[in-house]
């Protein structure tokens, strides 16, 4: 098994993982949430724990994640772990979000309400484990999609979608007429104006880093890739390279679907010296590959 195919399963086994604990661990604690009638340190508890961004941006975030479950299956079994752009801006939205809900637990609330207090109980999922396991998950693991700056822009989404409904349900209706109290402070302690000026960059900021971190790891992936084919055929050119890339992968493949790793060649076609262009490779790869499967066809008939 190639290097490439190595790391495709580790990611894919890693995402699986974290998608897995994220959705239980989101379920058990708004599942806590909902069935704690009162505490006497969090107002907002049974049904009105949907009023809290915590739960609601760990609730994107599971969606997101279960949506990668079954790219994750697929990928183990076709050694190929891809997952679409829209499937990763949803999961970006979610994982953004739960950033900030991590980030202002942290540094925000716990120094005034205790660590202790912030990090137990359904907090301790909703906080803590599953904002760090999709932040890892999303940074290091998913590594199959380079995002834009526009895509920065729809992960912040919602984030103001509920800024804008916050201010709205506290400061416009108020507690009085049917709207929300102020169980965050920020109305009480901040005027308007500053919580929307620090809430659009600081949002923005955090999917920035997280985008960027995403996309290294991305690059070093298929730098990795096309390395790795490089250093093999060292001694052929880049078709007789881009050849042997589709017997073997066609030797390890598993199903019916004909993959092209066109973005491991566009690095090879990016780092070669030769007038050669990047559909001439894929149309090689394609070619070999088909070749590879009527060999194995034959095969099959004289057995």
């Known amino acids: 098994m190639d290097k490439g195919v190595r790391i495709a399963r580790r990611n894919c086994m890693l995402t699986l993982a974290c998608a897995l604990i994220v959705l239980i661990c989101v379920c058990i604690g708004v599942t806590m949430n909902l069935t704690t009638l009162y505490d006497e340190n969090f107002d907002h508890m049974g049904l009105r724990t949907f009023c809290m961004f915590t739960v609601n941006s760990n609730i994107l975030c599971a969606i997101g994640m279960s949506l990668l479950i079954s790219y994750c299956v697929d990928g183990l079994r076709k050694h190929n772990f891809h997952v679409p752009k829209w499937a990763s801006v949803i999961v970006y939205a979610g994982v953004t979000s739960v950033a900030l809900t991590f980030l202002v637990s942290l540094f925000i609330l716990a120094p005034v309400k205790g660590f202790v207090l912030i990090f137990t109980g359904s907090r301790f999922f909703l906080h803590g484990l599953c904002p760090i396991l999709a932040i890892v998950s999303f940074c290091f693991f998913m590594s199959e999609q380079k995002l834009l700056f526009l895509s920065s822009l729809l992960a912040m989404i919602p984030v103001l979608i509920y800024s804008f409904l916050y201010i709205m349900m506290v400061a416009v209706i108020g507690e009085e007429r049917g709207g929300w109290n102020d169980f965050y402070g920020f109305i009480e302690r901040f005027p308007i104006w500053l919580l929307i000026v620090v809430i659009i960059p600081l949002t923005l900021l955090i999917a920035t880093v997280l985008r960027v971190v995403h996309n290294r790891s991305y690059d070093k992936r298929i730098k990795t890739e096309a390395e790795f084919f490089t ?55 394609l070619k070999e590959y088909l070749a590879r499967s009527e060999a194995q066809d034959l095969k099959k008939l004289w057995i």
């Not at 042997?244 to 066109?262: E, R």
Request: aromatic content about 8%.
């Open 231 to 285: 250093k093999i055929f060292k001694d052929a050119d880049i078709h007789e390279t881009v050849s042997a890339m589709a017997w073997l992968q066609k030797s390890i493949a598993k199903g019916k679907d004909i993959i092209v790793p066109g973005r491991v060649i566009s690095v090879m076609v990016e780092n070669n010296e030769g007038n050669v262009s990047w559909e001439e490779c894929c149309q090689i790869y």
